[in-house]
């Protein structure tokens, strides 16, 4: 599974960014595709997520803000970011999971297959 990010950037705060996440999975079925972020001196943290059956999650951070989507035909994960704010600033990372999961937003160590990560910033 390989899996690259691309679309980050640097934007002023209230402006919008969208990730892309393109995937080759070959014949492995991943469960659930995720967003995470990695902020310096934290640890990293669930964005969003998306099953295989639709059902989405997203971390009350970016509730309202944040959407995750999929292109089934190209296999590309998108993150359509809006209402930027400097805290939103982080390498972002796309994820994806050959097991099924437990609902909602969980560790990243739940997830087998990872990005090499994009950095986005949002300057106030």
């Known amino acids: 599974v390989q899996m690259m990010e691309s679309g980050g950037g640097s934007v002023q705060a209230g402006g919008s960014l969208r990730l892309s996440c393109a995937m080759s999975?070959?014949?492995?079925?991943?469960?659930?595709m995720g967003w995470f972020r990695r902020s310096p001196g934290k640890e990293r943290e669930g964005v969003a997520r998306?099953?295989?059956?639709?059902?989405?999650a997203y971390a009350d951070s970016v509730k309202g803000r944040f959407t995750i989507s999929k292109d089934n035909d190209k296999n590309i994960l998108y993150l359509q970011m809006n209402s930027l704010q400097p805290e939103d600033s982080a390498m972002y990372y796309c994820?994806?999971?050959?097991?099924?999961?437990?609902?909602?937003?969980?560790?990243?160590?739940?997830?087998?297959?990872w990005g090499q990560g994009i950095q986005v910033t949002v300057s106030a």
């Open positions: 994820a994806g999971a050959h097991n099924p999961l437990l609902p909602g937003i969980v560790d990243d160590l739940w997830y087998h297959h």
């Open positions: 999975t070959g014949p492995v079925r991943l469960y659930a």
């Open positions: 998306l099953d295989s059956d639709g059902v989405t």
